[in-house]
C-alpha cells in the first residue's frame, strides 16, 4: 500500500510495496558454519567511523572489508554527487537503503555485504540509485546482480510472532471474511500487527506491507484507532492480501513489477476503493494518525522527566 510521501529516505525493505520487493529474495538453505567461523550476530568491528558487522568479515580478511568498503564508498560518491556515509550490513531483506540531510548534500547508506564485491558496472548502477532512487536507473542490473548473489543472503529461521487481535479490530476476522469473499480461501499468508514504531517524529506512515519471504502481512499499529472506519482497515488487508494473491511478475528486462494493470484492475474493484482512497488522501487523517506517536513521545518524555524529578528529590 503506497503510503503517505516522505523525501527523507528510500529503503528496498521500508518503501512502499512496490519497491519495498524489487529487492526481497528467497536464498536457498545455507550450510551450518564450522565452529570455528560462528561469530556472534552482535559482535561488531569498527572501520573507520562506521561498523561493519562481523558476519560481514568473517568471510574476508578485516584489511581487505576495509579496503572494499572504502573504494565502494568512494565510487557511490563519485557517481551519485553526495558525500556517502556507508554502512555495510548482513541484512536478510532490506539489501539498500539511503537517508539524505537536510542539506541534500550527504547520503546515508547501508547495503548488503555482496556489493563490497560488485562490478564496476553495478556499482554505477547503484550510485545513480543513491542519486535518484525514483528514477529507477539501473533497477534492472541491481535487480539482476542481486538474483545472482542470493546465496550471500542468510536465511532468517526466526518464527515470526503474529498478534491479530487489537483494540478495535481483529485482523483475523477480516482476514477470514475478505479470504472467503473474494479470493475464494487461497490466500495462505500470516498477518498480524506491526511492531510498534520508534519514538521520534514522522512525516509518513506506511499503512501496510506484504513480505513475501516470509508470506507476512503486517498492518500499522496506528490503524487500531476508534476514528479510523472499518472499510479502510479492510481496504489496506484486502490490498496486502493482493500481493499475496498475485506474486511478483517479471518483465523481460528482469525488472520485477508488483502494482501490475491486472493487480490495478482487481485493486479498484474493491467495493470502498474509492472510499478508502479518500480516506487516505485527506491530510486531516494522516496528521491524527501521527498524532498518536507524537503524543506517545510527549508522554514518555513527561514520564521520564517525573522519574528524574524524583529521582533528584524534587517531588515525593
Not at 536464498?27 to 569498527?46: D, H, K
Not at 473474494?182 to 509518513?204: D, K, N, Q
Not at 493487480?263 to 479518500?278: E, I, M, N, T, W
Request: glycine share 6%.
Amino acid at each position: 500500500m503506497p503510503k503517505n510521501r516522505s523525501a527523507q529516505g528510500r529503503s528496498y525493505r521500508s518503501r512502499p510495496i512496490l519497491e519495498q520487493l524489487e529487492f526481497s529474495w528467497v536464498p536457498p538453505p545455507t550450510p551450518e558454519p564450522s565452529a570455528r567461523s560462528q561469530v556472534s550476530a552482535r559482535s561488531q568491528v569498527e572501520l573507520g567511523n562506521e561498523r561493519v558487522s562481523e558476519r560481514v568479515v568473517q568471510r574476508q580478511h578485516p584489511i581487505e572489508a576495509i579496503e572494499a568498503r572504502t573504494a565502494l564508498q568512494s565510487a557511490l560518491a563519485s557517481c551519485s554527487g553526495f558525500r556517502i556515509s556507508l554502512t555495510i550490513t548482513d541484512n536478510t531483506s532490506s539489501m539498500m537503503s539511503v537517508k539524505y540531510d537536510r542539506s541534500r548534500t550527504m547520503a546515508r547508506v547501508r547495503v548488503h555485504r555482496m556489493f563490497l564485491s560488485a562490478p564496476p558496472e553495478v556499482v554505477r548502477a547503484l550510485g545513480l540509485w543513491v542519486k535518484s532512487p525514483r528514477a529507477h536507473k539501473g533497477d534492472g542490473l541491481l535487480d539482476a546482480y542481486i538474483r545472482a548473489n542470493d546465496h550471500q543472503i542468510r536465511r532468517d529461521t526466526r518464527a515470526a510472532r503474529t498478534e491479530t487481535r487489537g483494540e478495535h479490530f481483529d485482523l483475523k476476522a477480516i482476514f477470514d471474511e475478505l479470504n472467503r469473499r473474494h479470493f475464494s480461501g487461497a490466500v495462505s499468508a500470516a498477518i498480524t500487527w506491526g511492531r510498534m514504531p520508534e519514538l521520534r517524529r514522522r512525516r509518513s506512515i506506511r499503512f501496510g506491507s506484504y513480505y513475501p519471504r516470509e508470506d507476512l502481512i503486517r498492518i500499522h499499529p496506528f490503524l487500531d484507532q476508534a476514528f479510523v472506519p472499518a472499510y479502510f482497515v479492510r481496504y489496506i488487508v484486502f490490498h496486502e492480501m493482493l500481493h499475496a494473491y498475485l506474486g511478483i511478475e517479471e518483465s523481460a528486462s528482469g525488472r520485477q513489477r508488483i502494482h501490475t494493470a491486472a493487480f490495478k484492475r482487481l485493486d479498484r474493484g474493491f467495493p470502498d476503493y474509492a472510499r478508502a482512497v479518500a480516506w487516505q488522501d485527506n491530510s486531516r487523517n494522516l496528521g491524527k494518525l501521527l498524532a498518536k506517536q507524537n503524543g506517545l513521545r510527549m508522554s514518555l518524555g513527561g514520564w521520564l522527566s517525573g522519574m528524574c524529578r524524583k529521582v533528584a528529590g524534587v517531588s515525593s
